[in-house]
C-alpha cells in the first residue's frame, strides 16, 4: 500500500517537478559522522542491554519476514528520502515550503504506523504522543535539515540503520 503511494508520488513529482542531482561537497563527511554517531549509540544500548537484559525478538530472517517487514523499509526509506531533498530543493529556502514538507512527511509516518485507536484514556494518548508522534516530528526535522545541508544519501544511511536495526539484530 504504502510503497505504491510512495512510488505514484515520486513519479507524479518527477513528472511534474523533475528532479534535481545531490551536489553537497560534504556528503562524505557527514556519512562519517551520522556512522561514528550510529556506532556509539550501539555501543551505549546494547552495553545498557547487559545491565538491564536482554529479550530476544521474533526471527524475521524468514522469507515471509524480509517481504513483510524489511524490504518496505528500505524501499520507502530510500524513496521518501529521494523525495523530501527533490521537493526541499524545489523549495528554494522558502520556510513555508520548508515547513510544509516536514509536517507532510510526519503525517505520512505518523498515520504509517499508528496502531493506538483509542485515544479515551491518557494512557494511550501518552504512548501515542511519545512512541509515535514526538519521534516522527524530530526525524523529520533532523531528515529535513540533513537533507537541506548534506543531501539524501546520508538520510538514507541513517533512517535506514535505525529503522532496521531491531529486525536485523537478533536481540534488543
Same mark, same amino acid.
Given at each position: ?20 542531482? !545531490? ?39 524468514? %522469507?515471509?519476514?524480509?517481504? #513483510?517487514?524489511?524490504? &518496505? ?28 514538507? %516536514? ?5 505520512? !509516518? ?9 485515544? #479515551? ?13 514526538? &519521534? ?9 535539515? %540533513? ?6 544519501? &546520508? ?14 539484530? &537478533? %536481540? #534488543?
Amino acid at each position: 500500500g504504502i510503497v505504491v503511494l510512495m512510488i505514484m508520488l515520486v513519479i507524479a513529482f518527477k513528472i511534474l517537478f523533475g528532479t534535481e542531482k !545531490d551536489r553537497h561537497r560534504f556528503t562524505k563527511d557527514v556519512l562519517l559522522e551520522i556512522l561514528i554517531i550510529l556506532i556509539i549509540f550501539f555501543v551505549i544500548y546494547y552495553i545498557s542491554g547487559i545491565l538491564i537484559g536482554f529479550i530476544k525478538v521474533e526471527n524475521y530472517y524468514t %522469507i515471509y519476514g524480509i517481504g #513483510i517487514f524489511i524490504i &518496505p523499509i528500505i524501499i520507502t526509506t530510500i524513496i521518501k528520502e529521494y523525495l523530501r531533498y527533490n521537493m526541499l530543493k524545489k523549495s528554494e529556502g522558502s520556510k513555508l515550503l520548508i515547513v510544509t514538507t %516536514i509536517i507532510m512527511f510526519t503525517l505520512l !509516518d505518523v498515520t504509517n504506523v499508528t496502531t493506538i485507536k483509542n485515544f #479515551i484514556t491518557a494512557k494511550n494518548i501518552f504512548m501515542y504522543l511519545a512512541l509515535t508522534l514526538l &519521534p516522527a516530528i524530530s526525524n523529520n526535522i533532523a531528515a529535513t535539515y %540533513i537533507s537541506i545541508k548534506a543531501g539524501y544519501k &546520508p538520510n538514507i544511511v541513517w533512517l535506514l540503520v535505525m529503522r532496521l536495526y531491531n529486525y536485523l539484530l &537478533p %536481540i #534488543i
